[in-house]
């Protein structure tokens, strides 16, 4: 199956700072889609982007799925932001499914 | 809307008691899944539907099964539970074919097997 690696594992910021999280995987897809689950377990989509980039307020994302990857910018972050972030890949059809990456844990501290 | 809701949050049961997740969504999304998250390993997939009446294996189908008698519900059950079963239970669901790709999900449930 396809593998998909995060990374940073684990990343503390000031408030105010910028991040870039990035999202690795093995073959090729036409389904990609950050999550944002937060410290009360609640998993939120952020995007949906098999190519390309989209914005939506401070975050945004850019997908280069000739090379297999995918970055998720966080910019100004707030302490709102902590929680951990999945990617998650798969192809269209055939029900649709996901797998996801184990994820990157941020912290966002006053 | 509510969108994705999950039925109970919490459980606790012993090694063999069987128990029933019901999920539930109100946007008349085609397609429902049922994922599993243990601790530092993401989500993975248990089984999914693409429509009423049909279901399929996902990733880590062993020890569970399910049914969508009805297009907004998607039920998962553990008809023999083992303490490897104990982790946090999401449903999600998503419209193709002629809607987004998006997945959306439920609070979760966390199951406790003593």
């Known amino acids: 199956g396809i593998q998909v690696e995060q990374s940073p594992p684990d990343l503390i910021l000031q408030e105010g700072a910028n991040s870039t999280l990035r999202c690795n995987f093995s073959d090729s897809v036409n389904n990609l889609q950050w999550f944002h689950q937060n410290p009360w377990g609640q998993l939120i989509n952020l995007f949906y982007?098999?190519?390309g980039t989209k914005q939506n307020g401070r975050l945004s994302a850019t997908t280069v799925a000739t090379e297999r990857y995918s970055l998720l910018y966080i910019s100004s972050s707030q302490t709102t932001d902590s929680g951990v972030y999945f990617c998650?890949?798969?192809?269209?059809?055939?029900?649709?499914?996901?797998?996801f990456g184990t994820g990157t844990q941020l912290k966002v501290e006053l | 809307n509510a969108g994705v809701t999950q039925t109970p949050k919490f459980r606790v049961l012993k090694t063999g008691q069987s128990m029933t997740l019901l999920c539930a969504q109100d946007?008349?999304?085609?397609?429902m899944y049922w994922y599993r998250q243990d601790p530092g390993m993401g989500l993975r997939l248990i089984h999914y539907s693409v429509g009423e009446g049909t279901t399929a294996k996902g990733e880590v189908p062993d020890g569970y099964n399910v049914s969508r008698l009805k297009k907004q519900n998607f039920l998962l059950g553990l008809e023999s539970a083992a303490p490897s079963q104990t982790s946090v239970y999401f449903c999600?669901?998503?419209?193709?074919?002629?809607?987004?790709?998006?997945?959306?999900f439920g609070p979760g449930t966390r199951l406790t097997v003593l």
């Open positions: 982007i098999p190519s």
């Open positions: 946007m008349n999304h085609e397609y």
């Open positions: 999600a669901s998503s419209s193709p074919p002629r809607g987004t790709d998006t997945q959306y």
């Open positions: 998650a890949v798969g192809l269209t059809g055939g029900g649709n499914k996901l797998t």
